[in-house]
């Protein structure tokens, strides 16, 4: 396991952190809330970088190659692996009510 490292502080004003601690749940702390937003702002952020690399990627494809897809090509492929996981669930669903 690797060593624990310490976040900078933040400093607010106090209606903020008055606001922070109504929110605690109980037996939560104000740390533990703190982090918990860090750790979702990070991961947002990450998946924001990789949702920006793939269109990146999508547009140099595009640029080089001339192919494109129109969106009622996107949407109806969409559609049709969304439809393909719902069946693939409510089969299994039944499989175990039954």
């Not at 999508?58 to 192919?67: F, I, L, R």
Request: glycine content about 4%; proline content about 2%.
């Amino acid at each position: 396991m690797s060593k624990a490292a310490i976040l900078p502080q933040v400093r607010v004003d106090a209606d903020f952190r008055a606001q922070a601690e109504a929110v605690l749940r109980p037996g939560e702390s104000l740390s533990e809330l703190v982090e918990a937003s860090v750790r979702r702002v990070v991961e947002h952020r990450q998946v924001q970088s990789e949702f920006h690399a793939r269109g990146q990627a999508a547009w140099e494809h595009y640029q080089a190659t001339g192919v494109s897809h129109s969106a009622g090509e996107v949407l109806a492929r969409m559609r049709a692996m969304t439809a393909a996981r719902r069946a693939e669930l409510e089969c299994k669903a039944a499989e175990r009510q039954a």
